[in-house]
């Protein structure tokens, strides 16, 4: 074939491209800033999977009503030494987000349990941070691992144990926060809420229906490679207004 006839085929095939490359290259620019979507796991370490960021699947969304809160939380936490032991911790921690009717607009409150304080970050930047260890917001517990985040906060639970009773972290069964399946199935928790690691934290009090923590202790690998955190919630109301956390914590090997 000649120079000139493989030319002619090919300008129109060039037009072809050029009129269609548009709007699929704004689907994959919508694709790769949706704010939140959970981070996407094992690429690989091969020369050839090494993608540039804006090549990298799709991230799975959240519903709606749990989406990513491009807001710093407003929600005091106050961190004090336990009195009983000065190498425990107590946390009371509004994690309210506006009540009942706004939560879905209100972000998570996050915090560094290694540094004992507030993190002031968004959903948003959450989602790729590592300087968090644990977060609240209404009835919803998120750690910072898996779908949540990617520190490797796994949580091991210990059943029908205080924190002091805690002395050793155990040795399997840590389990990081997953809520989107293979196919970007989402798993919501009973009542609505991001199906994490922890949702299931509460009994209901009986005649009263209020949310009162499980006795047990939760062993948190730590994000800094360093040990072990063991938590432990003691209740989720302040008064009668409810998602105000109190919790201790201390360390461990």
């Not at 336990?82 to 107590?90: E, L, R």
Request: hydrophobic content about 35%.
């Amino acid at each position: 074939m000649s120079h000139s006839l493989s030319l002619s085929l090919a300008i129109p095939f060039l037009g072809l491209l050029a009129c269609t490359s548009t709007s699929s290259d704004d689907a994959l620019s919508d694709a790769a800033t949706l704010p939140d979507q959970s981070v996407a796991q094992d690429l690989g370490t091969a020369p050839d999977l090494q993608m540039a960021p804006d090549l990298l699947p799709a991230r799975c969304e959240l519903p709606y009503d749990v989406r990513a809160i491009d807001k710093i939380a407003t929600g005091a936490v106050t961190i004090t030494p336990a009195p009983s032991d000065p190498a425990s911790y107590n946390a009371e921690v509004d994690a309210v987000a506006g009540g009942s009717m706004k939560a879905s607009e209100n972000p998570f409150v996050y915090i560094d349990l290694i540094n004992r304080k507030k993190v002031e970050i968004t959903d948003v930047q959450a989602d790729n941070s590592k300087d968090w260890d644990i977060a609240f917001k209404r009835w919803q517990i998120k750690i910072n691992s898996g779908d949540s985040g990617p520190g490797g906060v796994t949580v091991s639970r210990v059943a029908g144990k205080t924190l002091s009773e805690v002395t050793s972290a155990p040795t399997d069964m840590y389990k990081a926060d997953s809520y989107f399946d293979e196919k970007c199935k989402f798993s919501f928790d009973p009542i609505g809420g991001i199906g994490t690691e922890l949702s299931d934290w509460y009994e209901y009090e009986s005649g009263t229906s209020r949310l009162v923590p499980k006795k047990e202790v939760w062993v948190l690998k730590r994000r800094d490679g360093k040990g072990h955190i063991k938590v432990q919630l003691s209740s989720y109301y302040k008064g009668t207004t409810s998602a105000n956390y109190s919790l201790s914590w201390s360390y461990l090997p």
